[in-house]
């Protein structure tokens, strides 16, 4: 029996741990908190600034993101004058942040028509105090909602990398998770992100989808590569009960392995670096210059559905994924008064333990590994001191100066982040009640 079938019990998507804990491991704060106290010690010299957008032109049937296809265009502008309220109360409750990276997702942050997101823009910069032509900034964005004025307006407003979801090429497999994108549409969207200029162009595509052969992600791959988009991230496609797809077999997560493989080599064979189990890297992509280290520094989340952090708290909006709980959750926050953004009522501390466990799974995730010096300077002892139980991960890692994984072991990204989250997280996020 392989190392990974015997840890993981064969399965090895379990979980996507884009952040440590996720949202559903949140829970109520009683009694609340107050925003001036929870960032009081912190250092917010190099923060992150994050805006969340949670409107798309369509519900996709997989997405489990804080987002809603039903928020109609009279909350676009509820929505805007919400986020400049939040900007003003949390500026004033913290007038010396400075910001090092920016990103706007969501959600469909272009769903904003052009003079809204330029409103937005505003916030970040004028209210917030970001500068916008300085730092890294990341804009997501879907096919059908961008435009070439939108491109334009993105690159005039300093953005630096606009990442874009096409999931697939193939319009059946697009329209069998809900995307009505049309081929045409998916062109003129890169064409205009690219004449725009701005300097980091990402696709998203996913793999796992029904319909989809071997073929169809060669594809896929091979339309993807035409645009030499200067990063590309390949999603296993992942469903949840309330998303409208359900399915678990082995079939289909050796389905899923095979196309990552695929992908993966792919990719490679052409020169792009692999960063992660899902983010490859070209060779001309440039090096935005960043005084950011996400493990150290925290971050400043506006708009409902944003998640905040500092070293000890972090928090947001009860997370939702069902249409009307997600509707109630982004009136709440429109109605929401200055005196309810400072308090922070819904997210987790984060204990010694937490913080060491987070540490390990933004390192050990990635092609570099973890720094084990690092971890020794930050928490006082060896990293398989704290938690002896990587030593299991045997032949899907190597044990060096850098604890890294393997190539098989990168494959297993996705059950070995949910097998390094702690008992408590875990059970946390199994009890959360589905809305
Ligand atoms: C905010 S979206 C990107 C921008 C835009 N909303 C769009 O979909 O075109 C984030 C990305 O996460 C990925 N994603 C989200 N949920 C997923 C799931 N359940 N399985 C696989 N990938 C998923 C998709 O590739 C998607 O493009
Ligand atoms: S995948 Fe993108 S477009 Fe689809 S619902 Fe999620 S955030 Fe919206």
């Given at each position: 029996?392989?190392?990974?079938?015997?840890?993981?019990?064969?399965?090895?998507?379990?979980?996507?741990a884009?952040?440590y804990p996720?949202?559903?491991a949140?829970?109520?704060?009683?009694?609340?908190?107050?925003?001036?106290?929870?960032?009081?010690?912190?250092?917010?010299?190099?923060?992150?600034?994050?805006?969340?957008?949670?409107?798309?032109?369509?519900?996709?049937?997989?997405?489990?993101?804080?987002?809603?296809?039903?928020?109609?265009?009279?909350?676009?502008?509820?929505?805007?004058?919400?986020?400049?309220?939040?900007?003003?109360?949390?500026?004033?409750?913290?007038?010396?942040?400075?910001?090092?990276?920016?990103?706007?997702?969501?959600?469909?942050?272009?769903?904003?028509?052009?003079?809204?997101?330029?409103?937005?823009?505003?916030?970040?910069?004028?209210?917030?105090?970001?500068?916008?032509?300085?730092?890294?900034?990341?804009?997501?964005?879907?096919?059908?909602?961008?435009?070439?004025?939108?491109?334009?307006?993105?690159?005039?407003?300093?953005?630096?990398?606009?990442?874009?979801?096409?999931?697939?090429?193939?319009?059946?497999?697009?329209?069998?998770?809900?995307?009505?994108?049309?081929?045409?549409?998916?062109?003129?969207?890169?064409?205009?992100?690219?004449?725009?200029?701005?300097?980091?162009?990402?696709?998203?595509?996913?793999?796992?989808?029904?319909?989809?052969?071997?073929?169809?992600?060669?594809?896929?791959?091979?339309?993807?590569?035409?645009?030499?988009?200067?990063?590309?991230?390949?999603?296993?496609?992942?469903?949840?009960?309330?998303?409208?797809?359900?399915?678990?077999?082995?079939?289909?997560?050796?389905?899923?392995?095979?196309?990552?493989?695929?992908?993966?080599?792919?990719?490679?064979?052409?020169?792009?670096?692999?960063?992660?189990?899902?983010?490859?890297?070209?060779?001309?992509?440039?090096?935005?210059?960043?005084?950011?280290?996400?493990?150290?520094?925290?971050?400043?989340?506006?708009?409902?559905?944003?998640?905040?952090?500092?070293?000890?708290?972090?928090?947001?909006?009860?997370?939702?994924?069902?249409?009307?709980?997600?509707?109630?959750?982004?009136?709440?926050?429109?109605?929401?008064?200055?005196?309810?953004?400072?308090?922070?009522?819904?997210?987790?501390?984060?204990?010694?333990?937490?913080?060491?466990r987070?540490?390990?799974?933004?390192?050990?995730?990635?092609?570099?590994?973890?720094?084990?010096?690092?971890?020794?300077?930050?928490?006082?002892?060896?990293?398989?001191?704290?938690?002896?139980?990587?030593?299991?991960?045997?032949?899907?890692?190597?044990?060096?100066?850098?604890?890294?994984?393997?190539?098989?072991?990168?494959?297993?990204?996705?059950?070995?982040g949910p097998w390094l989250y702690s008992d408590?997280v875990t059970?946390?996020m199994?009890?959360?009640?589905?809305?």
């Open positions: 029996m392989s190392t990974a079938d015997a840890l993981f019990g064969g399965q090895p998507y379990q979980g996507y884009y952040s996720h949202k559903t949140y829970r109520a704060f009683e009694p609340d908190l107050d925003l001036r106290e929870v960032w009081a010690g912190e250092d917010r010299s190099a923060l992150f600034l994050y805006a969340h957008v949670p409107f798309c032109v369509q519900r996709c049937a997989f997405c489990n993101l804080f987002t809603t296809a039903q928020g109609g265009r009279e909350r676009e502008e509820a929505y805007l004058q919400g986020l400049v309220r939040q900007a003003e109360v949390v500026r004033e409750a913290l007038p010396d942040a400075r910001f090092a990276v920016g990103a706007v997702g969501g959600g469909t942050p272009t769903w904003l028509e052009a003079p809204g997101l330029d409103r937005l823009f505003d916030v970040l910069e004028h209210t917030m105090g970001a500068p916008l032509a300085d730092l890294p900034l990341s804009v997501e964005c879907s096919p059908e909602t961008v435009t070439p004025e939108k491109a334009d307006l993105l690159a005039r407003r300093g953005t630096t990398r606009a990442s874009i979801g096409i999931q697939s090429f193939v319009e059946q497999e697009a329209r069998g998770v809900g995307r009505t994108q049309r081929d045409m549409t998916v062109q003129t969207a890169l064409q205009a992100l690219r004449d725009a200029g701005i300097p980091t162009l990402n696709i998203d595509l996913i793999y796992g989808l029904r319909h989809q052969t071997p073929a169809s992600w060669q594809h896929s791959l091979e339309c993807t590569l035409e645009w030499r988009p200067e990063e590309i991230y390949l999603y296993p496609l992942y469903v949840r009960p309330l998303t409208g797809l359900g399915r678990r077999d082995r079939t289909w997560d050796d389905q899923r392995l095979a196309l990552y493989r695929q992908g993966r080599d792919l990719l490679r064979s052409v020169g792009y670096e692999q960063v992660s189990m899902r983010m490859f890297r070209a060779p001309w992509a440039p090096v935005a210059p960043t005084d950011y280290r996400c493990q150290a520094d925290g971050m400043v989340g506006l708009g409902p559905g944003a998640r905040s952090y500092t070293r000890d708290v972090h928090y947001s909006t009860r997370f939702a994924v069902g249409p009307s709980a997600v509707l109630d959750e982004l009136d709440g926050w429109l109605d929401r008064s200055d005196a309810d953004h400072l308090r922070i009522r819904w997210g987790t501390r984060i204990d010694a333990d937490e913080a060491r987070r540490h390990v799974l933004q390192g050990l995730l990635q092609i570099d590994g973890l720094d084990r010096a690092w971890y020794r300077e930050l928490f006082g002892a060896d990293v398989l001191d704290h938690l002896p139980e990587l030593e299991r991960l045997g032949d899907l890692a190597t044990f060096g100066d850098r604890l890294t994984l393997t190539d098989e072991g990168l494959a297993w990204s996705d059950a070995i408590a059970a946390r199994a009890e959360w009640e589905q809305r």
